[in-house]
Nanobody, 126 residues
Framework: QVQLVESGGGSVQTGGSLRLSCAAS????????MAWFRQAPGKEREGVAS????????IYADSVKGRFSISQDSANYTVYLQMNSLKPEDTAMYYC???????????????????WGQGTQVTVSS
């Protein structure tokens, strides 16, 4: 059973930075996708960034390009999301998601992922 445990998050002012971490356990595969999604109240869950533990580069949503950076420690199935220049519109519950490469067609589509973390709140005040 794959489990994801997130940490980080919190409250910052506009322009501040936060770092989220997500550790996956229970995998027996060597190549998996790990991604971050977010969901604000009343809105659909949207993809933020994704990384493949193989050799493909990360993918970012247009809304976070240049501000967020996803990185991984593939040996430990851990992924990080460094969030800089935060804006109030970044306020949301952030979720880590993961699945094996064969199940992920589009890395920022939440329906492609079976495994999810419990979520961590990010609040950016103006």
């Amino acid at each position: 059973q794959v489990q994801l445990v997130e940490s980080g998050g919190g409250s910052v002012q506009t322009g501040g930075s936060l770092r989220l971490s997500c550790a996956a356990s229970g995998y027996t595969y060597s190549s998996v996708y790990m991604a971050w999604f977010r969901q604000a109240p009343g809105k659909e869950r949207e993809g933020v960034a994704s990384v493949y533990t193989g050799r493909r580069g990360p993918i970012y949503a247009d809304s976070v390009k240049g501000r967020f950076s996803i990185s991984q420690d593939s040996a430990n199935y851990t992924v990080y999301l460094q969030m800089n220049s935060l804006k109030p519109e970044d306020t949301a519950m952030y979720y880590c998601a993961s699945d094996t490469a064969g199940r992920v067609v589009y890395a920022l589509n939440p329906t492609n992922y079976r495994y999810w973390g419990q979520g961590t709140q990010v609040t950016v005040s103006s």
